[in-house]
Every structure is written in C-alpha cells, then in structure tokens.
C-alpha cells in the first residue's frame, strides 16, 4: 500500500514536472530571455563595472554580493549547527542506554602515503593560492581556493594524527578564522560605504581599490572556508 | 445633547484599579475589605452625580481606546445605561458587605474579592458601551471574570459546573462576536444611539442571520430556553456569587443586551416592519411559563430560584420584545424590581444556610420564629414575585400589561395573571410554612442571622417596597425608566 | 540612514560569526554580546520603520548596482513584521540567559547564541528582500539555524525532530529553488518587480503554472500549513523553550510571507485566474484552523499544545490570504505580527514555568500558577489573547478576518472561524484550570519558586505588549491594511 | 558528438543514482555519489560552467563525501 | 553544439529529482534519505545550470580573443551558492544523524518510530 502511493506520489511530481518544463525556452537558445536580460548586461558591463575577467566572480562579490554574504554565514552556520548538536553535553543524560559511539575508522595511513602528502602540502596550499588569487581572471575562486586548502588541511590533520586535543590551529585562532567570512565581508560593507557610498558597494578611488575589494573578499572566503571545512572534520570525526 | 465626561470612565476604571488593588495587596482582610467597600461606595456616589443630567436627557460620552481602529472603545451614558449602572452598583454595595461576611473564613478571598470587582466593572462597562463592540468586550471580560468565582469551590461538581457555564456563554459570545460583524458588514457602523444602525439595512439577506445570532448570543445570559440551561447547574457557587449572578451583573447584561440590540441595533421601526420580535415574544411567555412549572417542582431553595430567575428575565425580553411604550417601560423597570426582590431571596437563602445550614425549601418551615427579620425580607421578595399591589412586581405586571394591549396582543394579560398564580403557587405555601408552623429539628441556639448577612438583606426588602410605591416620585428609578423610554427613538411618548 | 537597511540583517549575521571567538573563554559572555546586538537590531529596525512610517516603503541598491542588475531590498508594509522579528528577538535573547545556562551544555552555549543571531538576522533579511534569490538565501539562514537549534538541548526526541524538520524544510526549500530556477529560465531576472513586470509577457502556461505549484507548496510546508504540519509539532515542542518561542512565533510565518511575496508575481497574467488557489488556501486554512485545534485539545503536554495551536494559527493566517478581500488580508497580514507576540509570550512563559517546576505535562502541573504569580500572570494574559478576547491583540486579526469572510460573501468561512475559535478557548481553558483551579498532583508543586527576573522581564514585557498591542493597535493595522491592498491591487 | 558525450553523461548520471538507491551497503552508496557528483561535474564543465564545475568537485565529490564517510563510520555502514 | 539534445537534459533532471524523492520517502536509513536529498538538489542544480547554457558559449571569463557567446554567469553564481547551502545541510544533518545513533542505538527510521 504504502508502495503504491509512493509510486503514485512519484509519478504525479513526475509528470507535472515535466508537463511544466516542456514549455520552458529550449536550453541553449541564445534568444532565450536568461540571456538576453540582466545576463546580457553583466557581460557587456561585468568587466568595465567590476574589474574582473571572471564574470561569475563580477556576479558573486559585485553584483550580488550581499547573497554571498548570506552564502558565508549559511556555510558558518553549518559549522556552529554541527558544534550545536555534537559539542558534548555537560552530563549524559540520564536513563540513556544507548552503546557508546563506534570510534571513527582508524585510519592508519601507511608510511608512504603521510610522506606523499606532506611532500605535496606545500604544492597543494600554492594551487589554492593559485585559485585564490586569479578568481578574478580564471575560473575559480576564493571558496573553491578555501575548499582545496580546507581538503589539505583535513588531509595533514589525517596523517599527522592530531585531534582537539592537539589542534593544527590554536582554538582561539581558528574561532577568529572561521569568522574570517563574514567579518572580510563586514569590512567590504564599511569600506563600500566609505569608498562608493553604498554597502558592499567598489570603491572607484583609488584605481587598486576595487582589486584589493575583492581580493579581501576573495581571502576572507577562502580562509573562512578552509578552518570551517576543518572545524567540521574535526567535530564530526569526534574524539 | 451630548456631554464629553470623565465621569464616564471613572465609573468603570473604580472598580478595576479596586481589582488591581485587591489582588496585589488584598491578603490583609481589613485592607481588602476597605478596598471593596470604598470602591463600591465612590462608584456608587460618582454615577449618582451623573443622575440629574441623565433624567434630563443628557447623554455622557468619552472615547478611550481606538480599538479597533476606526471603531473604538467607548463609553456613553444615556438612560437605559444609566439605569442599570445604578442597579449594578447600589447592589454591589450590598453584596460587598454581604460577601464580606458571608466569606469570612473561605479560603483564596484574595481571589475572590479581585475577580469579585472585576465582574462590577465590567457590569459598568456594559451599561456604559457606546458601541456593539465595547458591549461585546464588556460582556466576554464578565464571562472570564465570573467563572473564577463560579468554580471556587473547586470541588468536581464546581469545575463541571464552570465547563457548563463556560460553553453556554462562550458560544453565546461567540455568536455576538458574528453578529457584531454582520452588522459591521451590513451597517458600517457600531455605535448606539441614532435609534436603530441597521435602519438602512431593511431587504438584506443576511439581516435575520444578525438577529438571531444577536438575540441567541445575548439569549444565553438573559436565560431564554432553551439556551438556559446553565444557570441552575451554576448555583454550586458560593451565594453572594448566585446573587451577583442572578440579580447584579451576569444575567441581567444577558437581558441588557438584548434590550440595545431591540432598540439601538436594530430599532423599533425596522423591527416592527420585519416582525421577528412577535417569535421572540412568543419564546419569553414560553419560557414565563415553562421555567415556573420548573420551579414549582425544585425542592432545593437555590434551585427554585434559578428557575425563578429564568421565568422573571422573560418579563423583560417579553418587555422588550412588545415594541411599546408602556412594554419597554416595564421591562427596564423589571430590570429593578427583579434585581432587588432576587437579590433580597439570595441573600436571605445564604444567610438561613449560613446560620441554620439548610439548604432545602421544606427546612423553612417555622423559620419566621426563630430568624423573624431574615424571613421578613424573604417574605417582601415572596410577595413582590407574586405581584401584590404595592409590591416592586406589582408595577411590572400592569405595564407590562398594558405594553401587551397597546401592542394589541391581549394574551399578555392573561399570561400575567398565570405567572402571578404560579409564582403564588411556589413561593406562598413556603412563606405560610415558614410562619405559622411550628420549628422542627433546629437545634437550641440557632437564632437571628449575623448583621452582616440581614442587613443587606432587610435593605435590599425595603427598596423592594420603595420601588412599589415610588412610581409618581420624581428622581426615583421609575422615573429614570421614563426618561429612558422616552429616549428610546421611535417608540412614540410614554405616559 | 538609508544605508541601515542593509546592515539592519548583515549586524546579527556578522556578529553571528564573531561571537565564538569573541565569548571564547567565557560562554556566558556570549550573552551579554547577543543581547546588546539584539537590542542594537531592535533599534535599527525602529529607525526603518519609522522612516516607513513618514516617507512611505522605500528601496535600496546594494552595493550601488541598479535593480535588476543588483540586488535590491525593500523596506515595505510587508517588511515591518521586522519589527516583530526584532522584539521576540530581544526578549528571547534575554531569557536565554538564564534558560541556556541549564538547558544548553556550556561548550554548545555560545554556538547557540550565534545560531540565534543567524536566525534572527535571515528573518529581517527575509522580511526585507526584493530578489528573489536573496529571499532564498535568507530563508535557508533562518532553516539552517533553525534545524540545528531544535537540538541545541540534547535529548533524543529533540533530535529526531530535528532531523525530520530538516528532511521537510530542505524539500521544501528545494522546491522555492526549484521555482526560482524556472522564473529566472523564464524572465532572465531575480528582482521580484521585475519578475513581476516580464512575466506578464510570458506566453508559456506550463513552466509558470510549475513554479506557481512549487513556490505554494514550498512555501505551504514553510508554514506548516495542515495537512504539511507533520514536521511542526515535535520540533516546536521538543526544542529549547526559547527556541520554541522563535519557531513558532517568527519562523513559520516565513511560509506566509513568502506566500505574500510571491503570489503578486504572478497577479499580472491576464491569462492565469488565480481564484482557485485562493479557494484552495482558505479552504486549507480554514481545515488547518479547525484541526489543529482539535490536536491541541488531545495533548496532555504542554509545549505540544502550544505547537498544534501554532497550526491552528497559521490556519487564520492563510485563511485570510486566501479569502483574498482586503479587509481579510488585513486580518491575516496583522495576526502574522501578533500572533508573534503572543505566541512568543506563551512559550517563553511556559518555558519558565517547565524550567522551574521540572515537569511538562498539565497533570504535573497542576496548581503551579499559585507557585509562580507573576509568570502565571503572563500566559494568562498570552491565553486570553490568543483566545482572541478583545482588547488583547489577538483579536484584531480575528475581527478583520471576519468581516473579511462577510466582504467575500463566505459567512460560512465566518462561522467556521468563530468554531475553531471556541475550540482553541477550550484547549487553553485546560491550561489555566491546571494552572490555577486544580489541586496539585506532586507536591513539588508548591514549593517551585517564581522565576528569576532575566526570565520574568522579558516575558511580562511580551505580555504587556499582547494587551497594548491592541489597545494601540492602529498603526500595525494600517500597515497590515497597506500591505493588503499591494497585495489586492496585484503587486 | 557533444550530443553523445551529453547522453552518456545523463545516462551515467541515472545509473549512479539509481545504484544509490538500491545499493545496501552506506559505504558504497556515498562513494557511488561521490562519482555522481564528478559525474556532474563533467556535465556542467561541458555546459561552460567551469566555475560550478570546480565547486562540486571539491563540495559535492569532495568535502560532502568525507563528511558521509566520518558519519558512516560512526554508524555503521549496513543499512537495515 | 546542435540544440535539439538539451531538452532531454530537462527530463533527465527530473528523472533524477524523482529518484532522489524515492529515497527520502521510501528509504528508511536516515543517511540514505539524506544520500536521496542530495541527489534531489543536485538535479536542480543542474536544471539551473543548464538553463543558463547557451549553444556553443564558453565560460563567462572574459579574455583576449574570446568572442563566442558567453553561458549566463548568473545561473552559475546562484548555484555556487546553492551548493554551499546544500553541504551545509549535509553536514548539519549528518552531525544530527550521529547524535541520533549516540542517542536512540539506530538510524533506521522505522525502528526509530517504533522505539519511540
């Protein structure tokens, strides 16, 4: 029975879906409005507006920066959420007869993977560096630079076995790292007032100031980034 | 002409800062007793100074709260709300001190005493309601605030008898509250004293759906059956709350209501036009007859006044819904004279409970002996109800009357004279009981009632008796009924 | 000045993130920090507002790039719910302080804090968007806040909740995504006037029928609306009492103004007759009014009550967006504001009282409303005001709901209204008899001491604010009466 | 031919999915959409989006499927 | 880039929508609805994704002699961030997942049901 309606539900969704896509302009079709409205715009505009090649990274820090505030504040609300729900409680709570948690798999890498990954370290956190620094002009950018660093990271904390109790970042540090976001962003919003007279607005004085807007954005995403994907390595990974 | 007056929400405000006043610094029995008793003086003394304006056709007005918007809470003292906000408050006087005595030694008086002001003020409120919302939220607050004091025993039988009271007059608030929005919708407006809102609303489909939720919401306090049911399974509560139930606040704001939604709401003309009173007047000799039938077979004294109550509030509804002169002036004067001679019974059944602890009609018997005072009062009361000449009843039956013929519905005279015989039937075998047979079982010792209990019960008598024969004094209730009447537009000059 | 609309979400939000580090080595300074930001947001949203009040709705362009190319925000009638938003903000940070301090364990108490920053920062950004996507993004702000808040108190019933509020609100977010993709496919724009304006040009029926589908029932679950309530009541009941108070009084009013929000897009089709979803809505809401009264009356613990009385609230709400008259829509728009304030007062009120005396149920219960005065004093003016008894503030909204069903020719929508009326009097007609009227069933009872002032303030302010919200009541009237006739007049 | 390398893809896509669905073992189901995910990636670097394209393979591939494997680890990986 | 082939991709994606709401309604593992889930976002990521595609476009980096058509940037910063948001609720719900199995012993949501 229950089958039957899942089936049921499902092929409903399914055929509306579909009945309603169908009308949609043909994918591809340049006349389609998705390009011929705001889009158009951006990209006769996006370079000479915002300085940068690159015109998601125009959309993402420029245009519509304000969601990408939003973005960065999800992404550390995911951080507190998880330390919200796994940080431990002061006391068990009582009457729990639950088995303790399985450990995470112990991992022991060999010998010749932790040199492997130390050996790359360096070159791993320069390709991000990379990433980082042309988010302006190539694909890429601070979050996918500060998700590369924040893989490197989870790596060494892997191979160099170190858990809370040894952190990689000093506690303190890592707080103020995991802000890095939203406080980058924070910075632009005041910088934008002062500079452009509007918030998150680019400074067109002096000619770097655009450049170093977005840069600061682009290293407060990326580092940002990097210590929340850790915090939540470590805090899923538990003790 | 129409005054702007503080007075106006004073009047209403006394009693609330009273309530305030008691619950926060009520556990002291003199503080509370001074509180209760000085407020209910002040109020007293304070709607007594806006009489002579009242007898002269001044209404006082004051806008307090815009609430809703557009709309307003506000007050507006013309006759008819003059008249029964002194009724209320030189009863609450009564039952102030009454209470006081008859409360000594229960438990949670703090509680008692608070919501006690509340239900007077919001009685105020009431007859003060400028407007068929102001009304409404007067007449829900007096639902919360009596249920307290119905369920303060606490005990089982209380609770259920609370639940009962709840649903009836919830419903029946409920269905004001849709009333009030259908004449919103149908009139645009709320506000008493043009003589009729829905007067150009005449031919409109959802006018009988107004009425009947008007008269059925406001119906369940004034008691018509079949929404009476509550009222008898309410007596649980401690007496003074049956007599301020009965005589002071809960059933006649029920018979209020009804009286502004007859002449203020809908208005004598439209009315007369539509024709729906003439059910309604049908339904109040219904109930006239068949709640004393009920009475005559109670044993209990609380519950034969229950009944009782239930037969008398008719009178006014049957009062009302006549559309005459004669007929309105007989109902808002039985709005005294039933309050007054009830008040007088209650008090004398919870003094004889009290002193003798007898509860049942037949423990009467030889009472007069022992307790000649208290069984004085009750006797005024007995007679009043049976509408012996010179008796407060008396002036209702007559013009209530003559409102029967001037409407042309001669039936109203014989129905009179049947309610007359059956209130004889029930109350005077128990006054002859009470007098000219011997005491049986009492216990040596069981003497006069406490002061505090017969005052207010003798004085209660007495106004009885005042009311009887004051009807050509001027100044007196009678003659705030005719100005009140007179004010009522379109039902041509009363005598 | 203008330029506070866009801080008026980005001050909770940053601060949300610098709280951690900055209460790293002493929790408890956590909540000093929130309540000043809280009390700072309270302020901002008073300036908006009083500048809505003066100069009438107005716009700002982030970052300086012009609508559509930008994104704008809009501070409208609509938008003063922030004003809501920011006062249950307050008073729920304030009582957290005392609150947290037993119910969250001290290594999750700043994180929660900032959880609720996040929280209240997405609901002000939500409130004031005018893009589309901007209002997407606010609105997983405040759904992963949320989620994770429900089990910020440990506890396994609260994280099953938890869990199942997720799964629910993230299809549902999915599904507003979902419909935002087909808006942009269809118009090449985010900003909700401009959607508003090319869509008329539209000729495709099926991709705009879609996204009018998914965006209502997006939005429906958002709301808890009835029959898509399920995740509500273990996730308002099971969660901090706090964060109960904020579920339900700001959170679920998302559904409905995002409902507001969007059903103007599509208001300029000639070709779309939008009468059967409204039918539709006021048909759900007038079942969800009743339903969810008759589960709150079969509940015997409290918080759980006060959850499925949420559904029946939202019942009123929807019930008056979908009648659809201006008067109705009045109703709706104000309850929206008010039942915030009510409701909050109900949680954090039952909070205090589940808080001192131990116990959940009313059986437990009984006779705690002599323990503890003041707070008892509190939700029974909660009570009567979401009772709807005038003057409180709970009877605006019924009042202009019901002569909004007589404006819609729908007396029968009017009498159904006045039912589940006197059903929810009922229900809470329990609470206080347990409360007050019955004698104690664990002696524990009589020695619960009244709650500390951080508690007893903030709830007696909220209760206050519930009678003199509608004593005072004109001016969230005629914003809500502003709103509804954008609404009516089609966007 | 971009035609065919689109079918493959979508088909590819599907398979993964479903085998997601009906796989038993949580283990294989993550790193199965661990594939997916790259899968995707492909698909949206094809369709000029280099930018999602690189953000899904470090997010999706990536960081996503470490977390559902820290998870499974600490719940078992049988399903059932 | 012939176009007639992308309108399959809308039927693709929805295929891959519905096996990801199969998941969340029929599966009873928690980490197995939350598998289906992401698959669901993903599908409509992907719808957006190619709804911004253009026939024969590149990526929208403007460069020295690039001159073909440019894929809508805006569809691709959106989902940008919607993939943040989706891994943030991976992970919430993950860390939610452990605690249940901390707390009740399993992660099978009938079991879950019954046990409580």
Known sequence: MRRLLTALALAIVGAVMLAGLAGLPRPGDPAAPVHTHVAAHIVAHGVEDTGSRNLVTAVLLAYRAYDTFGEV?????????????????????????APPPSPAPAVAPSPVVGFVIRLLAPFIAAFAALVLWHGEALPGGGFQAGVILGALLVLLSVVMGRGLEQPLVPAAAAR????????????????????????????????????????????????????????LYLQMRGH | MEVLDIRVVLAPGISLLCALLVFVLGRHDGWRATFTLGAALIKLVLILTLLPGSLEGVVYVYRAFDFPPGIGIAFRVDGLGMFFALVSSTLWVLTTIYAIGYMRDQHDRVRFFGFFALCVSTT??????????????????????????????ETPAALKAGRKYLAYTLAGGALILLGTVLVQHLAGSLAFGTGGLLAGAAGQPLLPLAFVALVAGFGVKACLMPLHGWLPTAMVAPTPVSALLHAVAVVKAGVFGLLRVIYDVFGVELLAGLGYTSWLAALAAFTILAASFAALAQVNFKRRLAWSTISQLSYIVLGAALLTPFAALAAIVHIANQAFAKITMFFVAGAVERTTGRTELRELTGLGHVMPWTMTAFTIAALSFVGVPLFAGFVTKWYLSLGGLQAGAWWVVLLMLASALLNAAYWLPVVYRAWFQPPRGLEPGVREAPLLLLAPALVSAAYVLLLGVSTRVPGMPFSLAEAAVRFVSGIGAAP | MEHLLPLAAALPLVAAALLPAVAWRRPDAAWGWAVAVGAGLLGIVGLLLRRLLQDGPFSYAVGG?????????????????????????????????????AAVPPQRRAWYYSLLLVNLGGLVGFACAADLFNLFVCMELVSVSSYALVAAGGGRIAALAAFKYLVAGAVSSLL???????????????????????????????????????????????????????????????????????????????????????LPLFAGLDWLVLAPLHEGLAWLGAIAIVAGALAALLQEDLKLMLAYSTVSNIGYIVLGLGLATPLAMTGGLVHVFYHALIKATLFLAAGAIIHQAGFRTLRDLRGVGRAM??????????????????????????????????????????????????????????????????????EQILAVREAPLSMLLPVMALALLCLLGGLFGSGPVALAALAAARLAGGG | ???????????????????????????????????YSLVMCLLWLHRGAPDVAMTEAAVGAGVTTILFLLAIGRTGRRER | MDGGWQHLDYFAFVALFCIGLYV?????????????????????????????????????????????????????????????VAVSITALALALIVEIKRQCGTIEADELKGAE
Not at chain 3, 207 to 218: E, I, N
Request: proline content about 6%; overall charge neutral.
């Open chain 3, 65 to 101: 790039w012009a609508p559509p190319w930008g994104i704008e925000l809009r501070f409208d009638a609509l938008s003063a719910f922030s004003l809501g938003i920011a006062l249950v903000g307050v008073a729920v940070l304030v009582f957290s302080g005392r609150y947290a301090q």
């Open chain 1, 73 to 97: 504040v999800v992404i550390f609300a995911a951080l507190a959420a998880v330390m919200v729900v796994l940080a431990p409680a002061a006391a068990p709570p009582p009457g729990k007869t």
């Open chain 3, 176 to 262: 507003v995504l979902f419909a935002v993709g087909i808006l942009h496919a269809l118009t090449g724009s985010l900003n909700m006037a401009d959607v508003a304006l090319r869509l008329a040009d539209v000729e495709a029926r099926g991709p705009v029928l879609l996204a009018l589908g998914a965006l209502t029932a997006g939005f429906m679950v958002k709301a808890a609306l009835f029959p898509l309530h399920l995740w509500l009541p273990d996730a308002h009941a099971s969660a901090p009492s706090p964060v109960s108070a904020v579920l339900s009084a700001l959170v679920v009013k998302l559904g409905v103004l995002g409902l507001a929000r969007v």
């Open chain 2, 124 to 153: 105020v409120g009431i007859a003060f309601a400028a407007n068929l919302l102001t009304l409404l939220l007067f007449y829900e607050l007096l639902t919360i605030c009596t249920y307290p004091l119905v369920i303060h025993d």
């Open chain 3, 373 to 442: 005065p003041w707070t008892g004093v509190a939700l029974s003016l909660g009570v009567l005001a979401i009772v709807g008894l005038p003057p409180t503030a709970g009877f605006l909204g019924k009042w202009y709901l019901l002569l909004g069903a007589l404006e819609a020719g729908r007396p029968g929508f009017a009498v159904a209204l006045l039912a589940g009326a006197l059903l929810i009097f009922v229900y809470y007609l329990r609470i206080l008899n347990a409360f007050y009227f019955r004698a104690p069933l664990r």
């Open chain 1, 176 to 231: 103020w790292l995991q802000a890095a976001g939203p406080l980058a962003f924070a910075a632009a919003m005041l910088i934008g007032l002062a500079g452009a007279g509007a918030v998150l607005g680019l400074p067109a004085e002096p000619a770097w100031g655009r450049h170093a807007v977005l840069l600061l954005l682009e290293l407060g995403i990326g580092l940002g980034g990097a210590a929340i994907i850790l915090g």
């Open chain 4, 1 to 35: 031919m971009s035609a065919l390398f689109d079918l493959v893809m979508l088909a590819l896509l599907l398979g993964m999915a479903l085998a997601v669905a009906r796989t038993r073992d949580l283990l294989a189901a993550a790193i199965l959409f661990s594939g």
């Open chain 5, 24 to 84: 969340v309604l029929a599966k009873s593992n928690l980490v197995k609805k939350l598998l289906g889930l992401n698959i669901m976002e993903t599908s409509v990521f992907a719808f957006i994704v190619t709804s911004g595609m253009v026939d024969g476009g590149t990526a929208p980096v403007v460069g020295p002699g690039i001159d073909a058509p440019f894929a809508s940037p805006l569809p691709h910063a959106l989902i940008l961030t919607g993939i943040v």
